[in-house]
């Protein structure tokens, strides 16, 4: 039975050690899929053809978000989102067909299938947005608007600067402890069970975030007894959720639009090639697993930025007289 296969799969990824927001991911495309598979009829892996998957996402498209769950009983109440019903994004269909694909090939190893019916043709064309960019008036207006007087801005004022100036990922930086960092050679080791990739590495901050981060500490250990970098008022980790909320707050309070969490990492990935660092050294601070993924994701560069980049690093500019 599909499910049973699915089921056994997740024990799979569980074991390997992937993150549990990957395996939930999985598990919830594939449990919709099912639910789909059940409604044609089809309950052995065997008899999923490509022809099945095209249907499939031809379905995504036409029925839209939210029109599918994974339960019929759910308290979710989907049907009440403003988006309802609106157009699935090719992304999020390539997300879905990315899920499935890791799936099936595993269901090919096992012998359970001669091959993946999902193709390369299968992914759409995406259209790729340019990254938001923060300017350093704006950013110093949100700083600004931050009451540094009560415990939980002052932390979230200290965070973004961190997040603009490391590249971390919000998860990440959210699960520092603080034995984690290294105040002598202005570093922090993240764990290989913090990261997105499972692999453990180090990230740098300036000399003026050294200074920040240790008054930050001395302030936290007076009022709060906790072993994470930042904490709730309960000692406790901030949750990615509730950190993302406070940041659409702070943003509406000066009349900034799509600032979210990963907007500063955007930033630091540009401002550090504006500023002559260059592609190899940034994808390894920022994780990726290889320059290809820094290069589709994070080179927004314009013919201004061209311009500029050149003006800095002109040969006959730099070439003694």
Request: net charge positive; with cysteine; glycine share 4%.
């Amino acid at each position: 039975m599909l499910l049973q296969d699915v089921e056994i799969f997740i024990e799979h990824c569980t074991e390997k050690g992937l993150a549990v927001k990957t395996i939930a991911s999985y598990e919830q495309t594939l449990r919709l899929l099912i639910q789909y598979l059940d409604a044609q009829g089809i309950h052995q892996i065997d008899q999923i053809t490509h022809t099945v998957i095209r249907d499939y996402v031809r379905c995504i498209q036409q029925r839209g978000k939210y029109t599918v769950a994974v339960s019929s009983y759910s308290s979710n109440c989907p049907e009440r989102r403003r988006d309802y019903g609106k157009k699935v994004s090719p992304t999020t269909i390539n997300n879905y067909l990315r899920n499935m694909s890791v799936f099936f090939n595993w269901c090919v190893e096992e012998g359970l299938m001669l091959r993946s019916p999902i193709k390369k043709g299968d992914y759409l064309k995406v259209e790729r947005k340019p990254l938001e960019f923060v300017s350093d008036e704006d950013f110093r207006r949100l700083l600004k608007c931050m009451d540094i007087s009560h415990f939980s801005e002052y932390r979230d004022s200290i965070i973004v600067q961190l997040l603009l100036d490391t590249g971390m990922r919000i998860s990440e930086c959210l699960l520092i402890h603080v034995t984690d960092v290294d105040l002598r050679k202005h570093c922090i080791y993240l764990p290989s069970d913090h990261t997105k990739g499972k692999k453990g590495r180090y990230v740098f901050y300036s000399d003026k975030m050294a200074s920040m981060l240790q008054r930050w500490l001395k302030y936290k250990d007076r009022y709060r007894d906790s072993d994470f970098l930042f904490c709730t008022n309960q000692g406790k980790p901030v949750e990615v959720s509730n950190f993302e909320k406070n940041i659409t707050k702070y943003a509406k309070r000066v009349g900034l639009a799509n600032i979210h969490p990963h907007v500063f990492r955007n930033n630091f990935a540009k401002r550090f090639l504006m500023n002559g660092g260059d592609i190899y050294t940034l994808s390894r601070l920022l994780g990726h697993s290889s320059v290809t993924i820094t290069e589709q994701a994070y080179l927004d560069i314009t013919q201004d930025d061209l311009a500029e980049l050149y003006r800095k690093h002109s040969p006959l500019n730099h070439m003694t007289k």
